[in-house]
Protein backbone atom coordinates (compact mmCIF):
# COMPACT_ATOMS: atom_id res chain seq x y z
CA UNK A 1 0.00 0.00 0.00
CA UNK A 2 1.62 3.37 -1.01
CA UNK A 3 1.48 6.36 1.28
CA UNK A 4 -0.61 7.96 -0.38
CA UNK A 5 -3.80 5.41 0.09
CA UNK A 6 -5.71 6.10 3.84
CA UNK A 7 -7.34 3.22 5.28
CA UNK A 8 -10.69 2.73 4.49
CA UNK A 9 -13.55 4.35 6.92
CA UNK A 10 -15.71 1.87 9.24
CA UNK A 11 -19.11 2.24 7.77
CA UNK A 12 -21.97 4.11 10.32
CA UNK A 13 -23.71 0.45 10.30
CA UNK A 14 -20.51 -0.86 11.72
CA UNK A 15 -20.44 0.89 14.91
CA UNK A 16 -21.67 -0.11 18.00
CA UNK A 17 -24.35 1.92 19.39
CA UNK A 18 -24.19 2.40 23.39
CA UNK A 19 -27.66 2.20 24.41
CA UNK A 20 -28.13 5.49 27.25
CA UNK A 21 -30.64 4.68 30.10
CA UNK A 22 -31.33 7.78 31.63
CA UNK A 23 -30.58 7.94 35.04
CA UNK A 24 -34.00 7.57 36.47
CA UNK A 25 -34.54 4.77 34.58
CA UNK A 26 -31.39 3.07 35.93
CA UNK A 27 -32.13 3.83 39.67
CA UNK A 28 -35.44 2.58 39.49
CA UNK A 29 -34.14 -0.60 37.92
CA UNK A 30 -31.19 -0.57 40.52
CA UNK A 31 -34.57 -0.33 43.21
CA UNK A 32 -36.31 -3.44 42.05
CA UNK A 33 -33.22 -5.38 42.08
CA UNK A 34 -32.53 -4.35 45.42
CA UNK A 35 -35.80 -4.91 46.66
CA UNK A 36 -36.15 -8.19 45.36
CA UNK A 37 -32.74 -9.73 46.98
CA UNK A 38 -34.24 -7.90 50.37
CA UNK A 39 -37.62 -9.82 49.85
CA UNK A 40 -35.90 -13.39 48.96
CA UNK A 41 -33.36 -12.74 52.35
CA UNK A 42 -36.33 -11.91 54.27
CA UNK A 43 -37.97 -15.37 53.12
CA UNK A 44 -35.04 -17.24 53.84
CA UNK A 45 -34.91 -15.94 57.63
CA UNK A 46 -38.57 -16.91 57.58
CA UNK A 47 -38.15 -20.72 56.34
CA UNK A 48 -35.10 -21.29 58.57
CA UNK A 49 -35.95 -22.11 61.56
CA UNK A 50 -38.65 -24.18 60.31
CA UNK A 51 -36.30 -26.17 58.48
CA UNK A 52 -34.34 -26.26 61.40
CA UNK A 53 -37.17 -27.73 63.77
CA UNK A 54 -37.95 -30.11 61.37
CA UNK A 55 -34.32 -31.38 60.72
CA UNK A 56 -33.66 -35.07 61.05
CA UNK A 57 -32.41 -35.93 64.07
CA UNK A 58 -28.39 -37.55 64.41
CA UNK A 59 -29.12 -39.51 67.22
CA UNK A 60 -31.10 -43.22 67.05
CA UNK A 61 -34.50 -43.13 66.68
CA UNK A 62 -36.52 -43.04 69.98
CA UNK A 63 -37.80 -46.37 70.62
CA UNK A 64 -41.42 -46.60 72.69
CA UNK A 65 -41.39 -47.16 76.11
CA UNK A 66 -42.89 -50.43 77.23
CA UNK A 67 -43.49 -51.07 80.76
CA UNK A 68 -43.79 -54.96 80.47
CA UNK A 69 -44.45 -55.71 84.26
CA UNK A 70 -47.29 -53.35 84.12
CA UNK A 71 -48.91 -55.50 81.19
CA UNK A 72 -47.98 -58.64 82.75
CA UNK A 73 -49.54 -58.15 85.70
CA UNK A 74 -52.99 -56.81 83.52
CA UNK A 75 -52.61 -60.35 81.52
CA UNK A 76 -52.17 -62.81 84.75
CA UNK A 77 -55.83 -62.42 85.29
CA UNK A 78 -56.85 -64.28 81.92
CA UNK A 79 -53.44 -66.39 81.39
CA UNK A 80 -54.13 -69.10 84.21
CA UNK A 81 -50.40 -68.34 84.52
CA UNK A 82 -47.94 -65.74 85.72
CA UNK A 83 -46.57 -64.22 82.55
CA UNK A 84 -42.84 -64.14 82.87
CA UNK A 85 -41.19 -60.88 83.32
CA UNK A 86 -37.05 -61.41 82.40
CA UNK A 87 -35.01 -58.94 84.03
CA UNK A 88 -32.30 -57.98 80.98
CA UNK A 89 -28.87 -56.19 81.51
CA UNK A 90 -28.94 -53.03 79.91
CA UNK A 91 -28.96 -52.76 76.29
CA UNK A 92 -32.26 -54.95 75.69
CA UNK A 93 -35.39 -52.88 75.26
CA UNK A 94 -38.63 -53.98 74.58
CA UNK A 95 -40.32 -52.69 71.89
CA UNK A 96 -44.12 -54.76 72.74
CA UNK A 97 -45.76 -56.54 75.49
CA UNK A 98 -48.97 -58.52 75.05
CA UNK A 99 -51.25 -61.06 75.74
CA UNK A 100 -52.89 -62.35 72.35
CA UNK A 101 -55.98 -64.31 72.88
CA UNK A 102 -56.52 -67.81 71.21
CA UNK A 103 -56.93 -67.88 67.23
CA UNK A 104 -57.90 -70.93 64.90
CA UNK A 105 -55.23 -72.84 66.36
CA UNK A 106 -56.45 -72.61 70.32
CA UNK A 107 -53.46 -71.29 71.94
CA UNK A 108 -53.61 -68.10 73.72
CA UNK A 109 -50.37 -66.50 74.79
CA UNK A 110 -47.95 -63.89 76.47
CA UNK A 111 -45.48 -62.35 73.59
CA UNK A 112 -42.64 -59.87 74.46
CA UNK A 113 -40.29 -58.13 71.95
CA UNK A 114 -36.78 -57.37 72.80
CA UNK A 115 -34.18 -55.60 70.68
CA UNK A 116 -30.92 -56.63 72.09
CA UNK A 117 -27.63 -54.85 72.07
CA UNK A 118 -26.33 -56.23 69.03
CA UNK A 119 -29.61 -54.44 67.22
CA UNK A 120 -31.07 -57.91 66.89
CA UNK A 121 -34.75 -59.28 67.91
CA UNK A 122 -35.97 -61.78 70.21
CA UNK A 123 -39.39 -62.55 70.84
CA UNK A 124 -40.65 -64.65 74.17
CA UNK A 125 -43.92 -66.61 73.74
CA UNK A 126 -45.39 -68.37 76.78
CA UNK A 127 -48.41 -70.52 76.95
CA UNK A 128 -49.92 -73.05 79.35
CA UNK A 129 -52.05 -74.47 76.28
CA UNK A 130 -49.36 -75.59 73.27
CA UNK A 131 -50.30 -78.12 70.75
CA UNK A 132 -48.09 -79.50 68.33
CA UNK A 133 -49.67 -76.94 65.41
CA UNK A 134 -49.30 -74.05 67.38
CA UNK A 135 -45.62 -74.49 68.25
CA UNK A 136 -44.99 -75.84 64.81
CA UNK A 137 -46.03 -72.26 63.75
CA UNK A 138 -43.87 -70.76 66.42
CA UNK A 139 -40.51 -72.43 64.78
CA UNK A 140 -41.58 -71.75 61.20
CA UNK A 141 -41.76 -75.08 60.91
CA UNK A 142 -37.98 -75.37 61.34
CA UNK A 143 -36.33 -79.14 62.33
CA UNK A 144 -35.05 -80.27 65.60
CA UNK A 145 -30.89 -79.74 65.88
CA UNK A 146 -29.97 -79.99 68.75
CA UNK A 147 -30.27 -79.00 72.95
CA UNK A 148 -28.91 -76.28 74.86
CA UNK A 149 -28.87 -76.38 78.51
CA UNK A 150 -29.91 -72.95 79.85
CA UNK A 151 -29.89 -72.55 83.69
CA UNK A 152 -29.99 -75.98 84.77
CA UNK A 153 -33.23 -76.27 81.78
CA UNK A 154 -32.94 -78.40 78.45
CA UNK A 155 -34.14 -76.28 75.44
CA UNK A 156 -34.71 -77.85 72.52
CA UNK A 157 -33.03 -75.81 69.21
CA UNK A 158 -35.11 -75.88 66.02
CA UNK A 159 -32.77 -74.13 63.07
CA UNK A 160 -32.90 -74.01 59.69
CA UNK A 161 -30.96 -71.71 57.17
CA UNK A 162 -32.36 -68.49 56.21
CA UNK A 163 -35.22 -68.16 59.58
CA UNK A 164 -34.86 -67.01 62.81
CA UNK A 165 -33.87 -69.97 65.22
CA UNK A 166 -35.97 -71.13 68.18
CA UNK A 167 -35.64 -72.69 71.70
CA UNK A 168 -38.41 -74.15 73.19
CA UNK A 169 -38.62 -75.78 76.96
CA UNK A 170 -41.13 -75.93 79.37
CA UNK A 171 -40.84 -73.49 82.23
CA UNK A 172 -43.14 -73.26 85.33
CA UNK A 173 -45.05 -75.76 83.98
CA UNK A 174 -45.84 -73.37 80.84
CA UNK A 175 -43.96 -73.22 77.32
CA UNK A 176 -41.77 -71.11 76.53
CA UNK A 177 -40.44 -70.05 73.12
CA UNK A 178 -37.44 -68.08 72.39
CA UNK A 179 -37.28 -67.06 68.72
CA UNK A 180 -35.32 -64.61 66.94
CA UNK A 181 -31.76 -63.08 64.85
CA UNK A 182 -30.11 -62.83 67.97
CA UNK A 183 -26.97 -65.15 68.26
CA UNK A 184 -26.85 -68.00 71.01
CA UNK A 185 -25.36 -65.46 73.57
CA UNK A 186 -27.89 -63.19 73.44
CA UNK A 187 -31.00 -66.24 73.16
CA UNK A 188 -29.01 -67.39 76.58
CA UNK A 189 -29.10 -64.30 78.18
CA UNK A 190 -32.87 -63.96 77.52
CA UNK A 191 -33.40 -67.60 78.50
CA UNK A 192 -31.77 -67.24 81.75
CA UNK A 193 -33.89 -64.24 82.79
CA UNK A 194 -37.47 -66.12 81.87
CA UNK A 195 -35.92 -68.84 84.14
CA UNK A 196 -35.21 -66.76 86.42
CA UNK A 197 -38.57 -64.69 86.00
CA UNK A 198 -40.54 -68.12 86.13
CA UNK A 199 -38.73 -69.42 89.10
CA UNK A 200 -38.78 -66.36 91.40
CA UNK A 201 -42.49 -65.85 91.93
Known sequence: MSSTEQSPQASPE???VKPVIPAAAAKRANASVIGMIMALAVSLLAILPVV????????????????????????AGV???????????DGYSPNYAR????????????????????????????????????LNAQVKKAPVTGTRN?????????????IEKSLVATVGGTTVVLSG????????EVADAVVTSATHR
Open 79 to 89: AGFAPVVPSLP
Open 150 to 162: VAGVDWTLYDKPG
Open 14 to 16: ATP
Open 52 to 75: LLNAAPKSEPRRPVVDVSSIAANA
Open 181 to 188: SAAFSELD
Open 99 to 134: WSGAGTDGVSHWDIGYLTPAQQFVSVVQTGTANPTW
